[in-house]
């Protein structure tokens, strides 16, 4: 059993941070009701800590819990396309990082360095190195694939299994947050959306879940797709390995990624080569619409020649010089309006 008690539930309020769900509590409301009024807030904070305590380990009827499940909408413009934001309620996102801070160990042992997205300590760090030194072989690409809209398309009766399997002290609590169809409520809108299948954006166990939830789609490329260094985070896959093993995986996952809800986006994708290789690259992958490129960013870093390293750490220098302008113009601002009379 997941044994939540009144400080874990201080302990997360101290840090919640976020605007209102559909009630229009936000963060700073329930701060203050949960920390500031002394006996009163520790009996409510006890009170949260008991429906936790019910949602991690029993099954609840969905009925009980759907108004605490729904979702204030948001629709990002991610240039081209939207990326569906849920934004919680706060009592939602308390309990789940609570939930989380006490079982998210169990989660990054799982996923180790399969799924990175699970919060293993210098993970990507250690991806990149490893991408970087696999790179220096002239005979290997990094095919760097990304997903359609992932999280949202995930199924999500597979990933409740995959939970109940693989994170066994969660499962009942995302069973019961995922049991049924969330409310996503748009505002100006009159109809009423429904995810119904992946996990909502803005849930605080959601990272964790989907790392879960991907884990046997890796296991099986793992399994039929030869000698590949796989390396992913999240929805965004990378394989290593000299070009026919790559095609194969890319075929693999164009075969399997479907029936678990990953759905490959070759647009979005990139095959990094060596320049020697370009043209062998662009033969073999010539019906896959994936970019053949000799530099690419990975993993908030770059994988490619030196010069395309070097105009990398340049442009974020400059960015990082233009942000230092700005705040020292702001501050003489500042610092002169403050010293008028």
Known sequence: DVDVTGAHVGNVAH?????AGPTGCDSSHWQDILLRFGSHSARLRD??????????????????????????QIALDKCPGIRPIGVGETLRR???????????DDAESVCGVSQLCA??????????????????????????????NAFNS?????????????????????????????SLILKGCDETIYSREGVIQGDPLS??????????????????????????????????????????????????????????EPKKSSLIVHEHLTDQAKHIFQDSNIAVVTSCPFLGGIIGDSSSQERFVSMK???????????TLVAGIIHRKLTLP
Request: charged share 20%; proline share 3%.
């Open 15 to 19: 840090r919640i941070q976020g605007s």
């Open 47 to 72: 009170a949260v800590a008991g429906l936790t305590r019910h949602l991690a380990n029993s099954f609840v009827e969905w009925d009980s819990v759907q108004a605490l499940l729904a979702n204030r």
């Open 94 to 104: 308390i309990m789940g990082k609570t939930v989380c801070i006490l079982i998210r």
């Open 119 to 148: 919060g293993l300590q210098s993970g990507i760090e250690g991806a990149i190195h490893t991408a970087r030194d696999m790179f220096s072989d002239d005979d290997t690409g990094i095919l760097v694939m990304d997903a359609k």
């Open 154 to 182: 995930i199924n999500r009766l597979s990933l409740l299994l995959n939970v109940r399997v693989l994170w066994p002290r969660a499962s009942r609590y995302i069973f019961n947050t995922y049991r049924g169809w969330s």
């Open 207 to 264: 990272m964790f879940v989907y790392a879960i939830g991907t884990l046997p789609l890796i296991q099986k490329l793992t399994n039929t797709s030869g000698p590949t260094q796989q390396l992913w985070y999240a929805d965004n896959s990378s394989a290593l390995g000299n070009l026919s093993v790559l095609r194969s995986w890319l075929d693999k996952l164009f075969e399997i990624g479907p029936l678990f809800g990953y759905f490959p």
């Open 317 to 327: 220098a400059e960015k990082w010089e233009s942000y230092v302008r700005m705040l």
